[in-house]
T-cell receptor, first 113, second 112 residues
């Protein structure tokens, strides 16, 4: 059974700092991994999708890496802004076609102005 | 293009009642999944539909059911509501080409 862990559960950093969020998974047989953000009471916004054959993906100030063999992914946020405050979730998809997403418990990020 | 649309946004129901939630996926997406999010359990998979067929199901009691129509719109139904069913219900759609999932804004269900 796939288990996904995100550490730390909460993180507060001053505005402007670079930061890294961590995601680990127990079963390396994944199809892809997706990072989301969730604002309080809202749905999920997709940030980055990394296919199992890829090592990293970048979008603006965000960079996500994937190391399948060690069961780890990181989300790097450069030059953090107050608007980055949200809960960040990683999710792994095992197969193509009929498999669910298994989510981590999330990291609640607070950027201090 | 339009995103994933969930209706209604908020619902308040009484224990024992039933409820139906609706999800309209992104145009062209044939896979629709449903998730329940609670503070204690996080995001849990309910079921996934593809071309009107349920392909995968999570570990929820039979009170939770769903269906998908020919236009890919999906509904989920919860019968005999319990207090513990209070949650944010999220729907996600995918093109099923491995391009990831897009989520709707969710339906906040409160059972009193």
């Amino acid at each position: 059974k796939q288990e996904v862990t995100q550490i730390p559960a909460a993180l507060s950093v001053p505005e402007g700092e670079n930061l890294v969020l961590n995601c680990s998974f127990t079963d390396s047989a994944i199809y892809n991994l997706q990072w989301f953000r969730q604002d309080p009471g809202k749905g999920l916004t997709s940030l980055l999708l990394i296919q199992s054959s890829q090592r990293e993906q970048t979008s603006g100030r965000l960079n996500a890496s994937l190391d399948k063999s060690s069961g780890r992914s990181t989300l790097y946020i450069a030059a953090s802004q107050p608007g980055d405050s949200a809960t960040y979730l990683c999710a792994v998809r095992r197969g193509f076609g009929n498999e669910k997403l298994t989510f981590g418990t999330g990291t609640r990020l607070t950027i201090i102005p | 293009k339009a995103g994933v649309t969930q209706t209604p946004r908020y619902l308040i129901k009484t224990r024992g009642q039933q409820v139906t939630l609706s999800c309209s996926p992104i145009s062209g997406h044939r896979s629709v999944s449903w998730y329940q999010q609670t503070p204690g359990q996080g995001l849990q998979f309910l079921f996934e539909y593809f071309s009107e067929t349920q392909r995968n199901k999570g570990n929820f009691p039979g009170r939770f059911s769903g269906r998908q129509f020919s236009n890919s719109r999906s509904e989920m139904n919860v019968s005999t509501l319990e207090l513990g069913d209070s949650a944010l219900y999220l729907c996600a759609s995918s093109s099923d080409r491995g391009n990831g999932y897009t989520f709707g804004s969710g339906t906040r269900l409160t059972v009193v």
